[in-house]
DNA sequence: GCCCTTTTTGTGGAAATCCACAAAAAGGGG
DNA sequence: CCCCTTTTTGTGGATTTCCACAAAAAGGGC
């Protein structure tokens, strides 16, 4: 009998056990790991269809496929039992007929081998060999997943170090990730995930899938590196050489983030921010604090931070803490601006907030005034009031711009 | 003979002495310094004529009543002999008729008795008195001077000590000033003069003069220290204890001192700025800087800075030195600019420049096209290519502001 | 020279702003 | 309650902005 056609399955890699039971099978096959990921696939047929050349292609089943296999209970079915499963060709996909098994050991799914029938269905005695198989790469597998979380363990801790600041040379980067066997994107940036919804895990989970999952079909490309820290996730994404449109990518790339999540799970249950973008490692710990700087702008100006995410876009609110460190060490006070709090605090009245307002609509009085719930003479009005008690000159950009800034340094200081 | 009629001039303080010569001319008089500051006058007849109230009132000979002996070259007269000089009546500057004469130590004059003929000509016997009390007074008027000499060096010296911040604690430098004998005034501000004339002497003169000149008729009172550093002039100034005006003090004294030295000299010799209020004396060092500041910033964007002289009034300016440390550290480029920048050079284009003259106009298309000299759709156009070329959103006060800023900086840098 | 794109200028109409002036409404103190 | 000031709202008209569309001008490449 042929008990032993794998006997050499220790001594082989991936890719030629993949050759080999395609040969034996006389179909083409792919090696899939637990989430889908392309392990290794057969030479011969690679044609064959859509399905097909798209995993390769992308490393990956595409999400049309799995999804409709998820639907059709085809994965359940095939992670509930150790026997090789006949699936019909399914065209709208690109699928076509199937022979798939799942290799597992105990209850866990270790990974699949999917054989396209396009020379001629399976006989039972090639199903036996699938069986074969599927049992004798268990041990391969599991090496593989054991040395492969290993390393992302290693990957983690190194990541926090950077992150803390714990090693910060270009260099020192750069050679311990090449240690460690990861490749570092460049220009990167650190992107940052948070959500406060109960169920945070299957956030996450998500979100780690979309990570996994966009990384190739999106502009911004090449996560390497995902940590998670209390209710966030915090990745080191980059890569595409063009510094000029790093910013678009990234806002897009958080944007269809979110966008998705948001689909999934409704409301606004996530928040998302990003660095600005860096060539050299030594700037990683930095680039990490922008991001959590925008998080804490967001955290308190929330009306002023909406479609915001990059630090690159906070504008004055990046300076913000620089402000007031300053004004606190030379007491700073706006002193048109005390005038106008004198003056609201005697009177009741609300010049404050109607220049506030008026200051963010850009000077547009109708705007504003709707903006208001109030006639825009009123506004008009008050805006007169208001240069004549502070003796503010709306004329002036400067004085424009230090009121606005002085204001929301003040709403700022109010918060906290 | 009465050769001896002021035999107890060594132990008379002058007020004395003034009512004792006043008493032997039969008249009233005052005794003044060089400068023809007011040191004493006689008790009687006060109330005689106008100049002499003033002079006791103010503390100082009137500035008209000065400039008109100077032109009759009275004072010339004066100083140039030992002799009492007869003056007639002016009365368009409220002057009565008066006898004079200087106190000199060899050619150098110590200071005057005026002597106002209300009651009868003085004699020939009662000039000679003068001459006597005139000469009998040298010595006197000497120590007082020396006095004088030496506690504004001690003053001086004292000033430099706060304004280097060699002493820096509230207590310290209120037990110290009470040790010299000076009274700082609370709140107050370090204020500062430049000029670049070739004759800067003058200036400084004339800014001199003006400070002590103003320092009673004006709403900022009390100018104890005054030092000299190179073409500058920093002078503390203060008083007052409303806070709430002061700033609006602050800047019409300054104001008012360079209308006059430009009245004076022509042209814009001198530049004049101030620190911010404050109260306790631990700020000095502080608030010299921040005048320092303000002077920079004159140097560096002459334009923007127009009619802004107070720390206070800097705005955004005040605070571009944070933010060019903050945009170095983290290497910051405004990705909007840059492209602008970058759309500039290809094209050779004037975005940029459009952009700013804008901005400066708080977005008045009218104003920035008639200051650009193109035709307002023109402007239009330019500012519509503006943000498809940079993506800049002119709605979003954030986004405009921090374009104002980054402009305004990169201007900034490209001048040093 | 021509062709092409980019830029500037012009026209016209709807909407918004600015200003002066006045009527109404609100609020506070005697 | 009335009187007074402050605030809000209303009206009308000159000016400005905003937009769409088009003609003219400028400049670059072939």
Redesign the pocket.
């Known amino acids: 009998m042929s008990e032993k056609p794998f006997s050499q399955i220790e001594s082989l890699d991936f890719t030629d056990l993949a050759d080999l039971i395609s040969e034996r099978v006389h179909n083409p096959i792919t090696i899939e790991d637990f989430n889908h990921r392309l392990i290794a696939y057969s030479t011969h047929g690679n044609w064959t269809d859509q399905a097909r050349m798209e995993t390769i292609m992308g490393r990956r089943v595409p999400e049309t496929v799995l999804n409709r296999l998820w639907q059709d209970g085809v994965i359940q079915q095939l992670m509930g039992c150790d026997d090789p499963i006949r699936i019909q060709a399914k065209n709208e996909v690109g699928l076509g007929d199937r022979v798939a098994i799942s290799i597992r050991k105990g209850q866990g799914v270790l990974g699949y081998i999917w054989v396209q029938e396009v020379n001629q269905p399976l006989s039972e005695k090639e199903m036996q060999l699938l069986r074969f198989a599927a049992k004798g790469m268990i041990p391969k597998l599991y090496q593989r997943q054991t040395k492969r979380r290993i390393q992302q363990e290693k990957s983690k801790e190194f990541f926090w170090e950077m992150l803390l600041g714990q090693v910060s040379s270009h260099q020192e980067i750069q050679t311990k990730a090449e240690d460690i066997g990861i490749k570092l994107p460049r220009p990167f940036s650190i992107f940052l995930f948070e959500s406060h919804l109960p169920d945070y895990e299957s956030v996450q989970k998500e979100l780690v899938y979309l990570l996994h999952n966009l990384k190739d079909s999106f502009p911004l490309t090449q996560f390497p590196l995902v940590v998670t820290d209390q209710r966030r996730l915090v990745v080191m994404g980059g890569g595409g050489d063009a510094r000029l449109d790093f910013h678009e990518r990234s806002q897009r790339f958080v944007l269809d983030i979110l966008q998705r999540i948001q689909d999934r799970f409704g409301g606004l249950p996530v928040n998302g921010m990003y660095g600005m973008a860096y060539s050299s490692f030594s700037f990683v710990q930095l680039c990490y604090h922008q991001a959590l700087a925008v998080l804490r702008a967001k955290k308190h100006l929330p009306q002023e931070m909406k479609g915001i995410f990059g630090y690159d876009d906070l504008g004055i609110y990046r300076l913000l803490p620089s402000f007031v460190e300053k004004n606190e060490a030379e007491s700073y006070v706006n002193y048109r601006l005390e005038k106008l709090i004198r003056?609201d605090k005697d009177?009741?009245?609300?010049?404050l907030q109607?220049l506030e307002v008026y200051l963010d609509?850009v000077?547009?009085?109708?705007?504003?005034?709707q903006y208001l719930?109030?006639?825009?003479?009123?506004?008009?009005?008050?805006?007169?009031?208001i240069t004549e008690v502070s003796g503010l000159n709306?004329d002036d950009p400067n004085q424009r711009i230090s009121m606005f800034i002085d204001l929301k340094l003040m709403k700022l200081s109010l918060l906290q």
Chains 1, 2 share one sequence.
């Not at 000077?363 to 005034?369: E, I, P, T």
């Not at 719930?373 to 009031?385: D, F, M, Q, S, V």
């Open positions: 003056y009177n009741q009245s609300h010049l109607t609509c000077g547009r009085v109708n705007v504003a005034s719930h109030i006639h825009p003479n009123t506004l008009a009005y008050r805006l007169r009031r709306l």
